[in-house]
């Protein structure tokens, strides 16, 4: 099945530290991928869409500058996180979706837990 | 009101109880997502249906588009399918965006 690897999977670092996420897909090309956010009990939130060689769509409320992805080929996106604060600590997953004509599944990393002191 | 609702919130069971959640929602969709995540954080897409039925190993999902619900069972339950599971619908129009049920907690005993 399709495989999306993300890293790393924990990371601590100080504040203003500026950390990068990378999410790869291994065995098929990517033509989308996601970035979502999720605090402690709470669901999924949608940061930003990454398609491979354009700009990312930020959702409302998530600041561009604050988090930079780029989506330079078709199997890999990254995440950074710039100048990170306590506040920016979460749990940051990424999804990939295989190109085709019908409506495709999203596959998940494994997530990166961040910790900023 | 979220636009899709699942419950219970929280389960717990023993070991071998058939399991059922429930996810309703209130938008058209195009796919219906069942995301198994585990303690670590992990999600595992298990299922994404448009209709009907799907099964694989102890799992079902079944969907009923007019009534706009859906809901995965688990038979033979075991303590290694404790997990969260969240019902995520991706709505009609092109938009790729998933809307996401807050998740049902499941803790199966041995």
């Known amino acids: 099945g399709a495989v999306v690897s993300q890293h790393p999977s924990w990371v601590i670092c100080k504040s203003g530290t500026s950390v990068k996420i990378e999410c790869r897909s291994l065995?098929?090309?990517?033509?989308?991928m996601f970035w979502y956010r999720q605090f402690p009990k709470q669901s999924l939130m949608l940061m930003a869409t990454s398609n491979e060689g354009s700009k990312a769509t930020y959702e409302q409320g998530v600041e561009k500058d604050k988090f930079l992805i780029n989506h330079a080929s078709l199997t890999l996106s990254t995440l950074t996180v710039t100048s990170a604060h306590p506040e920016d600590s979460s749990f940051y997953i990424c999804s990939a979706r295989a190109p085709g004509p019908r409506v495709q599944p999203q596959h998940f990393g494994d997530g990166t837990r961040l910790s900023i002191l | 009101k979220n636009e899709v609702e699942q419950s219970p919130q929280n389960l717990t069971a023993q070991e071998g109880e058939f399991i059922t959640i429930n996810c309703s929602y209130s938008v058209g969709i195009s796919a219906l997502h069942w995301l198994q995540q585990h303690p670590g954080g992990g999600i595992v897409s298990l299922f994404m249906l448009s209709s009907g039925k799907k099964k694989h190993g102890r799992l079902i999902a079944t969907i009923n588009i007019q009534e706009k619900h859906s809901s995965l069972h688990i038979t033979a339950s075991h303590p290694r399918d404790s997990a969260v599971y969240i019902c995520a619908a991706r709505p009609q129009g092109g938009s790729e965006k998933l809307v996401f049920g807050k998740g049902t907690k499941l803790t199966v005993n041995p």
């Open positions: 065995d098929f090309q990517a033509t989308t």
